[in-house]
């Protein structure tokens, strides 16, 4: 199958890119930078989501499109909110066009979570209004779609704009961590791996017209996840909890009243919490220190 995958070059859309190209999939990336990921056997092309000849080029003989590109951190979005409208919004509706001129069969939307919880600022409002369309253009032209609501992803390739990614930086460079919320706040991480695998098998006509929750496999306070970062790392980590009654974080739960439920899809086969913080923890090591020669299995080469 042809298809192009918005934001490929970003955290969760080159994994998903990469687990399609795996898979047998012809697949193009789009997005406004070079991928650094990007494999001999995908095409990239660069270009602005809210460049409408730019979509069309993009989106010529797909068959499904994947839409992962938008101003994802929380933080970010609240205090952007019109570039969170134009991006996340705007920029998936034109998106959105140019799959239903070019007669694509699926659409592919990454969402999250908490979508339809009482948090989340302009990010969960932007998440709210593209689904809307998203079922809007189904019903008036009968362009399918799979919404996939994420939990909170971890992994390779993240950036400061990811929690755990944020965390155990701070905690390598300074001893310590610093959290907006309470220690009793709840996540649902799933690593990024296991996300690119199961969106990439919701191509499956089962999944057309549906909206999907993927998570991990069990809830876990931010203390205990704090806990476990330290264990790993070996040597005490201070946690500093600060109260913001202006924070956009989700606090005890992610779920509120939600009209529009999502099937939950759990990996058959996923990474264990623990490992995949493990394999985090290095690669932000290598980052840490470039002067040092490591090979990919980790060991040090003299």
Request: aromatic share 12%; with cysteine.
């Amino acid at each position: 199958m042809k298809i192009t995958v918005f934001g490929g070059a970003g955290f969760l859309g080159s994994h998903s890119a990469d687990k399609l190209s795996e898979a047998g999939h012809e697949v193009t990336v789009f997005d406004w930078r070079e991928s650094p990921w990007l494999r001999p056997d995908q095409k990239m092309v660069l270009g602005d989501i809210l460049d409408d000849q730019a979509l069309a080029r993009a989106v010529d003989g797909a068959e499904a499109v994947y839409n992962f590109a938008g101003l994802a951190d929380l933080r970010e979005a609240n205090e952007r909110p019109v570039e969170t409208v134009s991006v996340n919004v705007l920029g998936n509706v034109k998106i959105l066009e140019a799959a239903r001129q070019a007669g694509v069969r699926r659409f592919v939307f990454a969402s999250s979570l908490y979508v339809y919880g009482q948090s989340g600022g302009f990010y969960r409002m932007s998440k709210q209004a593209s689904e809307l369309y998203i079922e809007g253009y189904y019903q008036a032209y009968g362009l399918e779609y799979t919404i996939l609501r994420y939990g909170s992803l971890y992994g390779p390739r993240a950036d400061q704009r990811n929690g755990i990614y944020r965390f155990i930086r701070e905690a390598m460079e300074t001893g310590s961590i610093t959290y907006s919320g309470t220690a009793e706040a709840v996540r649902e991480y799933i690593n990024v791996e296991d996300a690119a695998l199961c969106s990439v098998e919701i191509l499956a006509p089962e999944f057309a017209n549906n909206n999907i929750v993927l998570t991990g496999q069990q809830p876990m306070r931010v203390a205990d996840l704090f806990k476990m970062i330290s264990e790993i790392l070996g040597r005490p980590v201070q946690c500093h909890y600060i109260p913001d009654p202006r924070s956009v974080r989700y606090d005890l739960t992610h779920y509120a009243f939600q009209p529009r439920l999502g099937r939950k899809m759990v990996p058959r086969c996923s990474v264990d919490l623990g490992q995949g913080l493990l394999v985090t923890i290095e690669e932000i090591f290598r980052e840490l220190h470039p002067e040092l020669n490591y090979d990919s299995d980790f060991h040090f080469i003299v």
